[in-house]
């Protein structure tokens, strides 16, 4: 089975846990049988995994998520990179060449593309094996998953079937109505556009060239900021006459706010905190190295991050992104390929950040032309190599790296470190990359 997740979106109405670079989907919230808290990517990879182990996966994704999802799902996933956010279409488009002439996938195989952060159980996925066996039958060029809807919702699109069939053909769609709409529409047998669909890999990739002059994928991916940005519904959906839609009748939310996100919740807490017997309906999720006290709350969420902190009721939650947007800050946290940075803090001439390296993993061999830095190992093992000579580094261990100096430091263990940053213009466009050269002797 070949599945495309769609990874797109910044997640601010999850601020401060989420921002421009870590999106809702890389956050560790979701506790596992064994006591280890896993994001909605993880989740979904890992429920992918256990429904087929054979499971061919692709996200689709944005360049500044690729650190992220090697760091928390390894380098096995396939990855097609947007250069530019164009909607689903394009990025489907993309995903569909990228399988076939980068992963050599056959025109004849299933391809189903679905979100990558819904909350679901174990029966959606092989809901999704069924609904990519439906399309190599060839029925029909187009199979949607319909969601059976569990409330009239102003949130999503509908899928209007035919009959009340388990596999059905489409009769129409209709766009996000309001309630009142949304309950007639429940009423003659709707279901919610989930944007979960399968397809014969030739079938996009015919749509595709009949919409876009390319001739393969490299081709493809450079013309891609180019390209018009329109949806997969607008673009294809709702102009195919051989679609049909498979009923799924299980857990199925779309977890796009801090209210329906702490619903799901195992615990209150997550992190330090405490709470006295006056606190109802009350969520924390607190990622600083801090303690955080609340007293006589209900119906609140409270999250702390390097990003900030937000105190809010958890209905009024769900407009937190004006706010978000006016605020002008820098990223504070990010996971990299090789690990993650949290800044603590930030001076006019001076930047100091906490840098944690997985084990085996290490920076790119670099220079800066506008700053100096100095790195104190605080736990952990592994060897730096500065101007090409190689030295042994442990807790305690100072060093320091002046302005064009090449540097890099590797991690054998888990390897955490405090990177100062010292200049008057520090930016993360002062970087030169080099191949790493160790001198002799």
Request: net charge positive.
């Given at each position: 089975?070949?599945?495309?997740?769609?990874?797109?979106?910044?997640?601010?109405?999850?601020?401060?846990?989420?921002?421009?670079?870590?999106?809702?989907?890389?956050?560790?919230?979701?506790?596992?049988?064994?006591?280890?808290?896993?994001?909605?990517?993880?989740?979904?990879?890992?429920?992918?995994?256990?429904?087929?182990?054979?499971?061919?996966v692709t996200i689709a994704t944005s360049?500044?998520?690729?650190?992220?999802?090697?760091?928390?799902?390894?380098?096995?996933?396939?990855?097609?990179?947007?250069?530019?956010?164009?909607?689903?279409?394009?990025?489907?488009?993309?995903?569909t060449a990228y399988l076939h002439d980068v992963r050599g996938i056959s025109p004849e195989e299933a391809v189903v593309v679905c979100?990558?952060?819904p909350y679901v159980n174990g029966d959606y996925f092989e809901a999704i094996c069924r609904l990519g066996e439906q399309a190599e039958k060839g029925e029909a060029n187009l199979v949607l998953m319909g969601i059976a809807p569990s409330y009239p919702s102003e949130k999503y699109g509908y899928i209007i079937p035919a009959d009340m069939g388990e596999i059905s053909a489409v009769k129409t769609f209709k766009e996000k109505p309001d309630e009142e709409t949304a309950r007639r529409y429940i009423a003659e047998g709707a279901l919610w556009n989930g944007g979960v669909f399968a397809y014969k890999l030739k079938y996009v990739l015919e749509k595709a060239h009949e919409k876009i002059d390319f001739t393969d994928y490299q081709d493809l991916y450079d013309k891609y900021e180019s390209l018009q940005k329109i949806s997969f519904d607008y673009a294809v959906a709702e102009q195919e006459k051989k679609i049909q839609v498979m009923r799924f009748n299980g857990q199925w939310k779309d977890l796009g706010t801090w209210n329906t996100l702490t619903e799901e919740m195992s615990e209150p807490v997550i992190g330090q905190a405490l709470y006295n017997d006056s606190c109802e309906n009350l969520s924390i999720i607190n990622e600083l190295n801090v303690p955080v006290l609340c007293m006589g709350l209900k119906n609140v969420v409270v999250s702390a991050s390097a990003e900030g902190i937000l105190v809010s009721d958890?209905?009024?939650?769900?407009?937190?992104?004006?706010?978000v947007d006016s605020i002008e800050q820098r990223v504070m946290f990010a996971e990299k390929s090789w690990g993650s940075f949290m800044i603590l803090d930030v001076e006019e001439e001076s930047l100091t950040i906490k840098v944690t390296l997985n084990p085996g993993h290490g920076m790119n061999y670099h220079s800066h032309d506008l700053r100096d830095e100095v790195w104190t190992v605080i736990e952990g093992r592994g060897y730096?190599?500065?101007?090409?000579?190689?030295?042994?580094?442990?807790?305690?261990?100072?060093?320091?790296?002046?302005?064009?100096?090449?540097?890099?430091?590797?991690?054998?263990?888990?390897?955490?470190?405090?990177e100062v940053q010292l200049g008057h213009d520090i930016s993360v466009h002062d970087k030169h990359k080099y191949p790493l050269e160790l001198s002799e002797g």
């Open positions: 089975m070949n599945i495309v997740l769609l990874s797109g979106g910044s997640g601010k109405r999850l601020w401060p846990l989420s921002n421009d670079i870590r999106s809702k989907q890389f956050i560790k919230i979701f506790k596992r049988e064994d006591g280890v808290y896993e994001s909605m990517v993880q989740r979904v990879y890992r429920q992918i995994k256990e429904a087929d182990p054979q499971a061919e360049k500044t998520q690729v650190s992220a999802i090697h760091n928390q799902l390894g380098d096995a996933v396939g990855i097609s990179v947007e250069p530019a956010r164009r909607d689903t279409f394009p990025a489907i488009a993309l995903a979100p990558v952060d958890k209905e009024q939650s769900s407009y937190i992104k004006p706010y730096a190599v500065v101007d090409g000579r190689r030295q042994m580094v442990e807790p305690g261990t100072v060093i320091r790296m002046p302005a064009g100096c090449r540097h890099t430091i590797q991690a054998e263990t888990e390897l955490k470190v405090i």
